[in-house]
């Protein structure tokens, strides 16, 4: 008895000591995944950051713009001279040439996407399908500068020879240009939205002898209209947004106008255009790209509001 | 009599719907040539213009005032500086992010608000980061119009790309090599370390490619955050120079990059510097290109190969 206790007791130690060295181990393991799944977090936190400091910054610093301009005036003044000794800061005479260049983007980009999107889903054979969506994706990735670039060199010149009276700078060319550079953003997403269409819709429409085209526009499409209608808003989205096309190529005058045919600025263009010049930090003139950057803002968050709730209610489950 | 009437009647319904897919067809071909066709012009006419200027000296000569002299060393240092940054921020930020959002979150509301932020990021208009990093990183932190500033911006505005490429390419790993990893009894962190992350590095690279190819290209946001547009000297090396640069001194140099020196000489009225911002045009469309195709051959690839 003694003996056996002799025996056990070495083991039953030696025992304990690996449980306790595993347990131990187990603690220290289940440590390091937890401090490995907080920094994870804290990397996905960045993202909230983000927007909370692009509120924070555009919201503090406009804030500092309308105690000195009343909100009336910026809304619903109709010159924007904020660098004249005359100061006017009608945010309007900036919107209107967002709003033409947009316009003039849209109309080309909007039909041409879906009219792409849709002969790459329904009509296309699949080797010319494989060949167009990489080179649609290139033509979406040609840096912005480059298209002002060839807006302004290229594409007025030939504008002029049509219409001799077009101004060097102006809205239309920056627009059409802008409008074939978003053709790939509105035609991929309207395509992909075509193609989650399940098949048994189209089967069902072409055995009551419709064709690809009538399958197409009846069927197919209004069925992916929450998806089409997400790529309209990203192309309106990029519209807005566009800054390098029309800081070339539309001139910076502003301009209160809705007529292409004019040389115009836009609120992004007029962020670039202070941003070059050398107006002292906290200045009047420098606190109002926030006020204007805040505008951008809205507006998009506005698109982008709007498209949520189209997906809400266009939404088709299948 | 009436039936093959009938049918006749039906014939030509049929067939005038035809014709219009035939029209249909044309139409789809022409819309996506309206693409190509652009996109070639601009091409050629930006070769035509710019490779005559395309000779050594054009790559290792300072902007200048004098056209013929002028060069690009200072913008394309500039935009590797830049992009260095924005590479060594991004991409481990980015990749955890994905990870994270794949691998660990719980669902619950603080996750749909990470999910709903970058989705919403990334259709924020990129002058609107020039203006979040020239409030916060220029004035508030105090790292002034440098290269740090400009390649931390362009971090935050391709974040979302390489997220959402990250987490696409965890999402296409079957659930059973997890369940296999489990097994084992590996850690969430061992399964994602020795599975999930070298199955997945294939299309996560695809993303990381895309998003510097579009943050090469980015002018607005740089411009913004006031970068100077002629820049004549280079970043200090690090220990060069009288007294020694310190290691990171280059990160708050002055600098400028391929498409601010493009943007201005574009808006020069001298057309010598027009053949100059054609000439660096096309270095830029052909980098932006040759990323894009790299990108576009990885995935090609990536699809053919994998059998799980």
Known sequence: MSASTIVTLPLNQSLDLQVSDRLRKKASRHMKERVIEFLLFGAALISVFTTLAIVYVLVSESWVFFQHVPLKDFLFDTQWTPLFDDAHYGIMVLLSGTLTSSAVALMVALPLGTIIAVYLSEFA????????????????????????????????????????????????????????????????????????????????????????LQTSLRV???????????????????????????????????????????????ITSYI??????????????????FAAGLTLMLMTLMFNLLGYWLRKRFREVY | MLESQDLQAIRALIAKAKRWDAFFGVLGILSLMVGVLTFSALFVDMAIQGIPRLDGNFF?????????????????????????VTALAAVPLGVAAGVYLEEYAPKNWMTDIIEINITNLAGVPSIVYGLLALGLFVYQFGFGQSILSAGLTLALLILPVVIVATRESIRAIPQMIREGSYACGATNWQTVRDHILPYSSAGILTGIIIGMARAIGETAPIITIGALTFIAFLPNAPFAGDPPAGLFDWLFSPFTVMPI????????????????????????VLMT????????????????????
Request: aromatic share 10%; no cysteine; net charge positive.
């Open chain 2, 60 to 84: 290792i000569n300072f902007p200048s005032r004098r056209a013929e002299n002028a060069g690009i060393l200072s913008a394309w240092v500039g935009t590797v500086l830049v992009m260095f």
């Open chain 1, 220 to 266: 197919v499409v209004p069925a992916a209209t929450s998806g089409i209608a997400s790529a309209y808003i990203l192309g309106i989205s990029r519209a807005v947004g566009e800054t390098m096309i029309l800081a070339v190529a539309a001139g910076m005058q502003p301009n209160l106008t809705f007529n292409p045919a004019d040389s115009g600025a836009t």
């Open chain 1, 125 to 212: 054979p699949f080797k010319v399908r494989e060949i167009s969506k990489p080179f649609l994706e290139l033509l979406g990735g040609v840096p912005t500068i480059v298209y002002g670039y060839f807006a302004l060199v290229f594409l007025t010149p030939l504008l002029q020879k049509i219409y001799p009276d077009l101004p060097g700078f102006n809205l239309l060319s920056a627009g059409l240009v802008m409008g074939v550079m978003i053709i790939p953003y509105v035609a991929s997403l309207s395509e992909d939205a075509m193609r989650a269409v399940p098949m048994s819709l189209r089967e069902g429409s072409y055995a009551m002898g419709a064709t690809r």
């Open chain 2, 289 to 308: 290109l040759l990323m894009n195709g790299a990108a576009i051959w990885l995935r090609y690839h990536l699809r053919k190969n994998i059998k799980w």
């Open chain 1, 272 to 289: 670039v255009q202070v941003a070059l010049g050398d107006l002292p930090h906290g200045s009047i003139g420098y606190q109002t790209i």
């Open chain 2, 261 to 284: 020196q493009m943007f201005n000489w574009t808006s020069r009225p001298e057309a010598a510097f027009q053949v100059n911002a054609a000439a660096a045009g096309f270095v830029l």
